[in-house]
């Protein structure tokens, strides 16, 4: 069964750095597609970036520049590294996929999230 | 890209069908087919309850179903049970490698 885990949410001032993690097992983050996702509290999902097998990432006008999608093959791990961390970037991070078709085509395979705070 | 626009609360009687709305632009739900809806219980995941528009994936009961005219798609959930009260996300490719989601309604079963 395909499972993703994430880990690496944290307490953060803002301006801060933090690198989200997110483990695949049963399934190869270097063929598919990986996004983020986020949830302020209270608010609704919002996707945060995209990276593709050919390792080509995308991402949100509100995180552009301040945020890095990438992924670690050996380790089968995807990553966001987040910098210059603003208050409104607190959420619920999950990452998600679509295991077969396009990637926008439908997240069916997410992981449980895991929470960042940005704070002073 | 704005967010796509959701009623925030929804309410129906078990057994009854209640429907959902998601209204967007000619660039994301008017523009592609790729409209996908998912059911969020707080502290879980979010889970896939239909994709492209109208299809469903394995495991997700028929009595829900999805639909799409112009800008605005739709969820139906018919012969609503309990376990149905959830947060409804829609979502919609928005060109440029780019998704939006909705900002959610909460469904409540009387």
């Known amino acids: 069964e395909v499972r993703l885990v994430e880990s690496g949410g944290d307490l953060i001032q803002p301006g801060g750095s933090l690198r989200l993690s997110c483990a695949a097992s049963?399934?190869?983050?270097?063929?598919?597609?990986l996004s983020w996702v986020r949830q302020a509290p209270g608010k609704g999902l919002e996707w945060v970036s995209v990276i593709f097998a050919g390792d080509n990432t995308y991402y949100a006008d509100s995180v552009k520049g301040r945020f890095t999608i990438s992924r670690d093959n050996s380790k089968n791990t995807l990553y966001l590294q987040m910098n210059s961390l603003r208050v409104e970037d607190t959420a619920v991070y999950y990452c998600?996929?679509?295991?077969?078709?396009?990637?926008?085509?439908?997240?069916?395979?997410w992981g449980q999230g895991t929470r960042v705070t940005v704070s002073s | 890209q704005s967010a796509l626009t959701q009623p925030p609360s929804a309410s129906g009687s078990p057994g009854q069908s209640v429907t959902i709305s998601c209204t967007g632009t000619?660039?994301?739900?008017?523009?592609?087919?790729?409209v996908s809806w998912y059911q969020h219980h707080p502290g879980k995941a979010p889970k896939l309850m239909i994709y492209e528009v109208s299809k469903r994936p394995s495991g997700v009961p028929d009595r829900f179903s999805g639909s799409k005219s112009g800008n605005t798609a739709s969820l139906t959930v018919s012969g609503l049970q309990a376990e149905d009260e959830a947060d409804y996300y829609c979502s919609s490719y928005g060109g440029s490698n780019n998704v939006v989601f909705g900002g959610g309604t909460k469904l409540t079963v009387l």
């Open positions: 998600a996929s679509r295991l077969e078709g396009l990637w926008f085509g439908g997240f069916d395979c």
């Open positions: 000619s660039s994301d739900v008017g523009g592609y087919k790729y």
């Open positions: 049963d399934f190869t983050v270097s063929n598919n597609f």
